[in-house]
């Protein structure tokens, strides 16, 4: 069984929250439990979340995401800081450290930037606290954007030299064929080349349900090229953790070798 040293846990907005936005506080705490757990285990945890933006919708009443730059920057400040405050409460009780990374493609883009990122990251981590990461929605316009936290997460697995990424999402791993319209579709429990996948994906994403797909598999790219694999797994019951950093298989492992 491989022992993991350092694992970095994508979770997407809507397995953080629940249909109308709000903040889905059992998942949450079940997540902030098990990634504490985890790390009494001595193995390093970096946490990278979604629902900003849609945290700060429901908060501020709003029925749908503002259609202007400006108004999905301004829910994103809102629910960037109801999700901190909900992680800080709950990593507490559990008796964790966190501190927040806000990022933007040009900040990692720039050499320095990307060295005082990796400097913030590995300081955290020496103090045994668990970094959490979204991209700076609040500040964030197309030209600066990474645009989603599938690539997010596998960047941030890169800085902070992870043995495993692990993005959690509403589905329980890449299926041969889009399981919403296909009741045969099978899930694809190893993936060696990411290459014969790719189609697979561009299916299931134009067909609803399995959306998301293709940006996870460009992640378990980045993360493959810098020699971290990727199992894409089913948040629903953080729990399933657990299973997976005991080498069980869960969900679709894409390896690098
Ligand atoms: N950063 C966005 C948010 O927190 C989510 C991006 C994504 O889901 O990939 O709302």
Redesign the pocket.
């Known amino acids: 069984m491989k022992e993991y040293k350092r694992i970095v846990v994508k979770i ?2 809507s397995t953080v929250c629940h249909k109308n936005g709000a903040p889905n506080l059992r998942r949450i705490e079940s997540l902030c439990r098990a990634l504490a757990d985890i790390k009494n285990m001595n193995i390093d945890v970096v946490l990278v ?7 700060g919708v429901n908060k501020m009443q709003k029925k749908e995401r503002p259609k202007s730059i400006s108004g999905r920057q301004a829910a ?1 400040a809102i ?2 800081c109801e ?1 901190m405050s909900i992680y800080d409460k709950f990593f507490l009780d559990y008796g964790c450290l966190c501190g927040q990374i806000l990022l933007t493609k040009n900040i990692t883009d720039d050499i320095q930037g990307k060295k005082n990122v990796i400097a913030t990251f590995s300081a955290l981590l020496k103090m045994h606290a668990i970094p959490i990461v ?2 700076n ?1 609040s500040v964030a316009t197309e030209e600066i954007v990474y ?4 690539t ?1 997460s596998a960047v941030v697995a890169e800085y902070v030299d992870a043995d495993l990424l692990i993005l959690l999402t509403d589905t329980d791993g890449l299926y041969d064929s889009d399981p919403t319209k296909n009741p045969k579709a099978k899930i694809v429990r190893t993936v060696k080349s990411i290459d014969k996948v790719k189609s697979i994906a561009s299916e299931s994403h134009s067909n609803q349900g399995t959306g998301g797909m293709i ?1 996870k598999i460009k992640a378990a790219e980045i993360a493959k090229e810098a020699g971290i694999p990727t199992i894409i797994a089913s948040g629903k019951d953080p729990q399933i953790l657990y299973d997976i950093i005991e080498g069980k298989k869960i969900g679709t492992l894409f390896s690098v070798n």
């Open positions: 997407g907005t979340t979604s629902g900003a933006i849609g945290v994103a629910g960037q999700l979204n991209e929605d645009g989603d936290n599938d997010l940006t």
